[in-house]
């Protein structure tokens, strides 16, 4: 079965600042790739599919990138609101593994 | 608008049967376009797919790895409900268990989340 590894396991920032985070699937998935958000307390809401395109209702400073084995999360300045852990979800086939998940913190 | 709504009990003892329900809103189990899954969060936080249940002329199961052999699900078309039945739990089976829509390859509706205890 194909693993997801995410990286790094958490980071703090301060608001304002720009986020990236990585997701890498140990065989190519093609863009088969979803991010999720779970607020604290919350269910995971859906953010971003097929690897870069934004669900609908997601603000624009949240962004996507790649294709294959290796992709990207990005918030181009973060907000107090976006204090949440980020998994990243592969599609193409079953099992739908996720990451180990990102948990973003406010310095 | 699509909701999921989860029932089930938030304790089970070592050794017995997990059962949960989620009823549908909004779509049908019997959907050829939808698949139902269960996922599973642990205290650790990590989120793990367990399988779904789907309809495609026929019904049709996937299960995911770690718990394959104990677990089976059951649409009901008369109630437009899924359940997970988990057999032969044990504490390590203690977690928060979602059920998902499944639409175009996307988890896009989830239920509100059953934290089930495993314990004496």
């Known amino acids: 079965d194909i693993q997801m590894t995410q990286s790094p396991s958490s980071l703090s920032t301060s608001v304002g600042d720009r986020v990236t985070i990585t997701c890498r699937a140990s065989q190519g998935i093609s863009n088969y790739l979803a991010w999720y958000q779970q607020q604290p307390g919350k269910v995971p809401k859906l953010l971003i599919y097929?690897?870069?395109a934004l669900q609908s209702g997601v603000p624009s400073r949240f962004s996507g990138s790649g294709s294959g084995t290796d992709f990207t999360l990005t918030i181009s300045s973060l907000q107090p609101e976006d204090v949440a852990t980020y998994y990243c979800?592969?599609?193409?086939?079953?099992?739908?593994?996720f990451g180990g998940g990102t948990k973003v913190e406010i310095k | 608008q699509v909701q999921l709504q989860q029932s089930g009990p938030g304790l089970v003892k070592p050794s017995q049967t997990l059962s949960l329900t989620c009823a549908i809103s909004g779509d049908t189990v019997s959907s050829n376009s939808a698949t139902w899954n269960w996922i599973r969060q642990s205290p650790s936080g990590g989120l793990e797919w367990l399988g779904r249940t789907y309809y495609r002329s026929k019904w049709y199961n996937d299960y995911g790895v770690s718990v394959e052999g104990r677990i089976t699900f059951n649409p009901d078309t008369s109630k437009n409900q899924f359940s997970l039945q988990l057999n032969s739990v044990t504490p390590e089976d203690t977690a928060v268990y979602y059920c998902?829509?499944?639409?175009?390859?996307?988890?896009?509706?989830w239920g509100q989340g059953t934290l089930v205890t495993v314990s004496s």
């Open positions: 097929a690897a870069s």
């Open positions: 998902a829509r499944q639409w175009r390859g996307l988890l896009d509706n």
């Open positions: 979800q592969k599609y193409n086939s079953v099992p739908l593994t």
